[in-house]
């Protein structure tokens, strides 16, 4: 699962054959948080997404804040648009990449300061990104149910899985959700560390044919939250959903939008945000 908000851990190509990219691949996403009701008494969404697998790319859509993210993997970069704003940014693997392998040693530091604070409420912060960087679960797989469960002592998923016979597409899916998490870091700064979801798709890879249909994310007792994100696959794409891929090849093709760098892109998307 996939969100980009402050938790786009949830969420969240390799080469393909013809055949798998011109059948192509929808995914829609809603992320509820159980942990509270709303006035009418409903869980609420906190996030929902439109993801677009067309011609080896991927297209990730949030309607709320006019962000569209594109995933090139032959390219290996990401083009990151934001349509509202009129700007748009490209940042390659590598740098994603260099970004993340400079976060361990501050990440190490600020660790230490908060072990060296002795308040219960720094040891919980320092205990959840030890953790996040190095996340180990005890793992089950419930095939009857075809539920998968990653525990820890304050990090737990359950995964409703279902089968799906187009293995290739879901490592597709899977490697695109990989890079996402990576991003997602990257771009939100308040954002959990990518390591969990990455080992949870490594658990997904070893059932070979399941798809993650409902990914429940409990951090209890570390956090007061449960997050539910559900997903629906649909193979091929809607007219609609071509027309809105079109629109944004456009969009990078014309004058409207401006390229920025990265980091110039971040800072408007931010203060614009905080608004």
């Not at 192509?24 to 159980?34: C, F, K, T």
């Not at 990449?97 to 912060?125: C, F, H, M, W």
């Not at 308040?190 to 990914?215: C, D, G, H, T, W």
């Amino acid at each position: 699962m996939k969100c980009r908000l402050i938790l786009p851990v949830l969420f969240m190509l390799c080469a393909v054959n013809s055949d798998a990219v011109a059948q192509g691949l929808r995914v829609s996403q809603l992320v509820y948080d159980e942990g509270r009701l709303d006035s009418a008494g409903r869980e609420p969404v906190v996030a929902s997404s439109l993801t677009l697998f067309h011609a080896g790319r991927v297209y990730d859509y949030v309607e709320a804040t006019g962000e569209v993210v594109i995933f090139e993997p032959v390219q290996k970069r990401f083009t990151v648009l934001n349509l509202e704003r009129g700007v748009y940014t490209v940042i390659l693997f590598n740098e994603l990449n260099r970004l993340l392998n400079a976060r361990g040693p501050k990440t190490e530091e600020y660790i230490q300061e908060l072990k060296a604070q002795s308040s219960s409420d720094a040891e919980r912060v320092a205990r959840m990104l030890t953790f996040q960087l190095n996340p180990t679960f005890e793992t089950n797989f419930e095939e009857r149910i075809g539920l998968l469960t990653l525990s820890s002592e304050s990090w737990k998923y359950a995964v409703s899985t279902r089968e799906w016979e187009d293995i290739e597409q879901l490592e597709r899916y899977l490697a695109y959700t990989d890079w996402m998490s990576r991003l997602n870091y990257i771009l939100h700064p308040s954002a959990m560390f990518p390591e969990p979801r990455l080992a949870l798709n490594q658990e997904l890879r070893k059932l070979n044919n399941r798809i993650p249909v409902v990914v429940h994310l409990d951090l209890r007792p570390d956090q007061r939250l449960i997050l539910r994100a559900e997903h629906q696959f649909v193979r091929n794409l809607t007219d609609a959903d071509r027309a809105l891929v079109n629109r944004w090849n456009e969009a990078l093709k014309g004058t409207g939008l401006k390229e920025v760098p990265f980091r110039n892109y971040q800072q408007t998307v931010l203060a614009s945000r905080s608004q």
